[in-house]
């Protein structure tokens, strides 16, 4: 491997001191981008595109052209593990990812099986091979899963949901079946990690989209203990070699010490919470990422300054901040804002360390 | 005025000692409940059912007929407000409301004003007075509305969204316009809530139910700041004719202290808290009123008993704590399941008094 010519998001996220904020953005490379739809249509679908490990790798290295952004992160999806498990993923233009085969009884959570990342889901390794190869260091790759308890949700209802009763209720009424797909989901998150871990990222995050949605006393049973259980399993290696890991639960303000408390490198923050108090609450528990509202980003390059500076002045002085945003980049966002975005973290950080 | 013959939820609210704790729920009146459905069928629409005071008192009360209720709140909507501004308000089956003039550009900001609650809103005052004829003081009746800047969100977007882009992007571009807004819309809140507190309302409660979409920042300017003006408007009374005032954000959770510091009497609170978690946070600022995942209502008699004992215990021994969901009644809902929350909050509720 290639030593990093910037390591500064790798540094941000072990507290070391930086001599400006690292930044990067949750769906960075998507359909903001024209080059990404151009792409996107010579795949013939999203799910190609994430299948295909040379368009995967050409988008995930789209923003990248653009935007001076101090990480790549792989285009993929949280869903293509369920997928692998044989629950046939498919997307609906206009509507968000379907399964085919949703889990709503014992034997079909019993029959399921983590997937062999080096079969079912070599196009992720793949994509990941190739990235490096182009990127040579350039800058970390970030490498990514949903946790298990954001795929529970989908698998078992299907679809995305406006207040996921379909899986609360196997929660309330089912919680030994519940936990049994949730150990199952483990074993998959962990072992997809570890195998991008092995193919080279440099960085995992864990996107907990849905934890939020959960009562607090759920949120701790049901998703914050197996993303303990992921970490634990991952093979993070040590030193210098070591990769960090970042968890992100939105709508995870309320709980934001006992999600640093699982160890993980760095606390994802949607926009709910003030950086300065995030940091007051976590303490040296953990580096912090986000946590811009996505809507900034649809106002203009002036706006989109003042808010970074808003943000850089919450977190305050001090080694241990990610610039992002507090979830992804908007469909109908103008690219020279994200344009402003960074740039203006660039300008505006060095002061702040 | 009749003297209460239940003034549980009342003195609760006031942080005094009560035998049990105090029981309603959010949309208790509503699409679960067969009456209901029979009762909207009679009034031909829902807009209808909120502007006939005869039906809505009809609904407000059915729930107390079934269950053993230490409330009855108002039947009517949020956005009765808007619509008696001039924007059309209108529902299509099956989706959500919608306006038909919403406001985007600064004149028709300006030419905005409060509706004199004695003529447009009439049909609010007429539906209390009928329900206070009724229940004859057997329980405390709740007046309530939207906060200023929940009304704005619809106003702006003309119907609901999942990112509220449109209200945000005024925000960030016009914050003038949106404040122009939210002075006019805290000017109808106060109003409306003077109206029904003359009309014999017991308690008002603010919905905010679309301030925990913001920022941490932009909700202390946008939202907070105006709830707080409207509770410097009402009329609230002193000593023990008092009316207390309830505030509800949901997706709150992180600023329950600032939500306390409003001077309001009770914090309600979304299921993303532990109600001890909350107490602890709140101290003697305010009374606590929540929290159950409504999804609970969906498991059965037996999962809904258990976590009433769950919640009743996460806020522990004393006063000061208002029973409820952390969000409406479900549409689906079984209504023995009501009755199974209502019936363990009864039985189980006393030892912690």
Chains 1, 2 share one sequence.
Not at 196 to 212: L, P, R
Not at 240 to 263: C, D, S
Not at 274 to 282: E, F, V
Request: net charge neutral.
């Amino acid at each position: 491997m290639p030593a990093l010519q910037n390591d500064t998001l790798i540094r941000a996220l072990f507290r070391q001191p930086t001599a400006y904020t690292p930044v990067w953005l949750m769906r960075q490379a998507g359909r903001y981008l024209p080059e990404y739809n151009e792409t996107r249509r010579r795949a013939g679908s999203f799910l190609a595109l994430c299948k295909t490990p040379s368009l995967a790798a050409e988008v995930t290295l789209q923003p990248l052209e653009r935007f001076p952004l101090d990480a790549a992160i792989l285009f993929s999806d949280i869903l293509t593990i369920p997928d692998a498990m044989g629950l046939g993923l498919y997307f609906e233009e206009g509507e968000g990812p379907r399964f085919e085969r949703p889990l709503r009884d014992e034997t079909s959570i019993a029959n399921l099986a983590a997937p062999d990342p080096s079969k079912s889901l070599r196009y992720v390794t793949d994509a990941i091979s190739e990235v490096r190869r182009t990127l040579a260091g350039k800058v970390p790759l970030i490498g990514f899963s949903g946790s298990p308890y954001t795929l529970a949700c989908y698998m078992v209802e299907g679809q995305a949901s406006d207040d996921w009763h379909k899986v609360k209720l196997m929660l309330h009424q089912h919680p030994g079946l519940l936990h049994r797909l949730l150990e199952t989901n483990t074993r998959a998150v962990a072992t997809l990690l570890n195998a991008q871990i092995e193919a080279g990222v440099n960085v995992v995050m864990i996107f907990d989209t849905w934890g939020g949605s959960l009562s607090a006393a759920a949120f701790r049973e049901f998703s914050l203990e197996y993303i303990q259980r992921v970490l634990s399993q991952l093979k993070r290696g040590s030193g210098a070699a070591r990769v960090p890991v970042i968890v992100f639960t939105k709508g995870g303000a309320p709980w934001l010490e006992r999600i640093a408390a699982t160890g993980c490198d760095c606390v994802g923050l949607d926009w709910s919470v003030d950086l300065g108090d995030a940091r007051r609450r976590i303490g040296a528990g953990a580096a912090l990422q986000g946590n811009l509202d996505p809507a900034v980003l649809l106002a203009s390059p002036e706006v989109v300054r003042r808010e970074v500076q808003k943000a850089l002045e919450s977190f305050g002085k001090g080694a241990g901040h990610v610039f992002n945003l507090g979830h992804g980049v908007p469909q109908f966002t103008p690219p020279e804002n994200v344009a402003a975005l960074v740039a203006a973290v660039r300008e505006l950080s060095p002061k702040f360390h």
